[in-house]
């Protein structure tokens, strides 16, 4: 059996600090690799907020398309598409169990997925809110609901002492 996965596919994302905080994110929450299509984040990525240097550890890799990662052996094998939209139909996400390995897929923050690569996609999930949520703030609840589903033997892996900043010394 292969180690858990989970990838995450940006179409065209135009905000450099939100790629930064999902990169914060992806290395918070372990994910394995970050995939990005279009122009608008390579223009703007000098201005990145991935303030814990995670880009240094999970891959962070322009495709021309998000589908390009499955046709180029990017992805553990088996990883099953799984679109995160606001649509009508989709499962909300405190009713989807996580695949072991998934490539979530999330639409830009100015438009959604294509309807093409939804059409693709094993699961279509969404995350109920009352308005869209920004697409950091998206990617991280995603992770969060993954790894809390997970299981109790994940937090034991992540001491809070060895994880929490150089400026936090509280204890109860």
């Keep these: 059996m292969q180690n858990p996965a989970a990838y995450i596919g940006l179409m065209n ?14 290395g918070c929450y ?12 390579d223009r703007a990525r000098k201005f990145s907020a991935d303030t814990k240097n995670a880009a240094s550890k999970i891959p962070l890799l322009h495709v021309n398309q ?10 553990a094998e088996g990883a099953v598409l799984v679109a ?7 499962t909300p996400l405190m ?17 959604s997925l294509k309807k093409e ?17 920004n697409l950091a703030a998206t990617v991280n609840v995603l992770l969060y609901d993954r ?6 033997a994940v937090v034991e892996q992540r001491p809070i002492a060895a994880n929490r900043d150089v400026n936090n010394k509280i204890r109860i």
Excluded at 13 to 26: D, E, F, H, T, Y
Excluded at 66 to 75: P, V
Excluded at 84 to 90: F, K, T
Excluded at 147 to 152: Q, V
């Design 13 to 26: 994302p135009k905000s450099p600090a939100n790629v930064g905080m999902i990169m914060r994110g992806a």
């Design 30 to 41: 372990e994910a394995s690799g970050v995939f990005y299509t279009g122009e608008r984040f």
């Design 66 to 75: 998000l589908t390009d990662a499955i046709t180029e052996g990017a992805l």
């Design 84 to 90: 995160i939209e606001l649509i009508e139909g989709a």
């Design 95 to 111: 009713d989807f169990v996580h695949p072991e390995r998934a490539y979530y897929l999330f639409g830009p923050e100015d438009g």
């Design 117 to 133: 690569i939804v059409d693709q996609c094993q699961h279509v999930v969404y995350i109920p809110t009352i308005g869209c949520m």
């Design 147 to 152: 790894m809390a589903k997970s299981g109790r």
